[in-house]
């Protein structure tokens, strides 16, 4: 079965913004710029899967992405963002999408791109409390939280007061409070959460820091780790490994990296949430386009849907996120091209394919 079919929603989404005025010439050439402003690469998605699936979406726009295409990465400093922004500006962008490093610093960007009359794209992390912010676009991520700890109480089966560690994105990141407060809204009540992080920036050390210092306070008696991404999560696994907690106990992720999807094949790892970011990319991809060139946006791209930034209801198009564990990484993630068999059944993993069925 395709993935497409699972996620009717999101490819509706799909096909609507792909309605819009920009699609209807391909092969013209954008005479404006456009700049891709992403956030950090600590996270492989960005530069994996976000980057090129927006490139590739543009060129088949008829749109020069070597002349026209800015891109910068801001490698996790906010005003190493700001800079890249107030250059995209300064070099003649018509268009920034900009996928903040920090939501609320994120406005003074939008403050200057309205000065300037370009439009702004908060693409999948909100820029928060500002009302010039054109859209948003991203997934539902109170629901990535909630997929979380619904997957982990699955994992948990009714254990009565499980000890589960929690540890959370970057608290700079408005997408990690949204994670935060679906997870806890399976979670509480239901769970002991013995320990809890918010992890700056994201990073994969700090979370094995995070998860050595609950050891130590602790015991090696847990349950559980809400982990909010595949980053995270490859932290405090490998903090656990070197405790010699065995066997692991279920941990959740996100983003559906290659390696957090071969841990879910070898029982490391157990689940994560699938975002289909090519889906997301080339959503905003076309939107940029249209707005570059000047197309009219219809509001039925958006489905009437916004949200809220503190000082506005910003229109959104929010796609559907997916959870994967052992039993339908063929449906999902294979099936939806996003990693193919050769990816993720090397040598080491082969056996635990065939196990799941990836043939």
């Given amino acids: 079965m395709r993935f497409a079919k699972l996620v009717p929603t999101l490819l509706l989404v799909g096909f609507v913004v792909m309605a819009c005025g920009g699609t209807n010439n391909p092969g013209t050439t954008a005479t404006k710029k456009i700049a891709l402003l992403l956030p950090e690469s600590k996270t492989a998605r960005y530069e994996s899967k976000d980057r090129p699936f927006f490139t590739a979406k543009l060129k088949s726009l008829g749109f020069n992405t070597d002349a026209d295409l800015i891109y910068s990465n ?29 939501g609320a610093a994120a406005a003074a960007i939008v403050a200057k791109a309205k000065a300037k009359n370009v439009p702004v794209i908060s693409y999948d992390r909100l820029i928060l409390g500002t009302a010039d912010l054109n859209y948003y676009l991203s997934f539902d991520n109170a629901a990535v939280g909630a997929l979380q700890g619904t997957a982990l109480l699955t994992a948990l089966n009714g254990k009565a007061s499980a000890r589960v560690v929690e540890i959370n994105g970057d608290p700079a990141d408005n997408n990690a ?38 050891i130590t306070a ?141 043939s």
């Fill in 218 to 358: 602790k015991g090696k008696n847990i349950d559980g780790v809400l982990a909010a991404n595949d980053g995270t999560a490859g932290g405090a696994i490998a903090a656990m490994k070197a405790a010699g907690i065995t066997p692991l106990p279920p941990i959740t992720g996100q983003d559906a990296e290659l390696a957090a999807i071969q841990r879910i094949l070898s029982g490391e790892q157990y689940m994560t949430v699938y975002k289909a970011l090519k889906a997301e990319a080339e959503a905003a991809a076309t939107l940029a386009y249209d707005l570059a060139t000047g197309a009219a946006v219809p509001s039925s791209m958006t489905n009437g849907k916004t949200t809220n930034n503190g000082a506005s209801d910003i229109k959104s198009v929010l796609l559907t996120p997916v959870a994967v564990t052992k039993a339908n990484i063929k449906d999902t993630v294979v099936a939806d091209g996003f990693w193919t068999k050769a990816d993720i059944c090397t040598a080491t993993f082969a056996a635990a394919c065939t196990t799941a069925g990836i």
């Fill in 74 to 102: 801001a490698n996790q400093d906010a005003p190493t963002q700001q800079t890249q922004a107030e250059a995209a500006l300064t070099n003649g962008a018509s268009v920034l999408v900009l996928d903040p490093v920090d």
């Fill in 177 to 214: 409070k949204l994670f935060k407060q679906g997870a806890h809204s399976i979670l509480d009540g239901k769970v002991s959460i013995v320990a809890e992080y918010d992890t700056p920036s994201w990073s994969p050390d700090k979370a094995q820091t995070e998860m050595q210092g609950a």
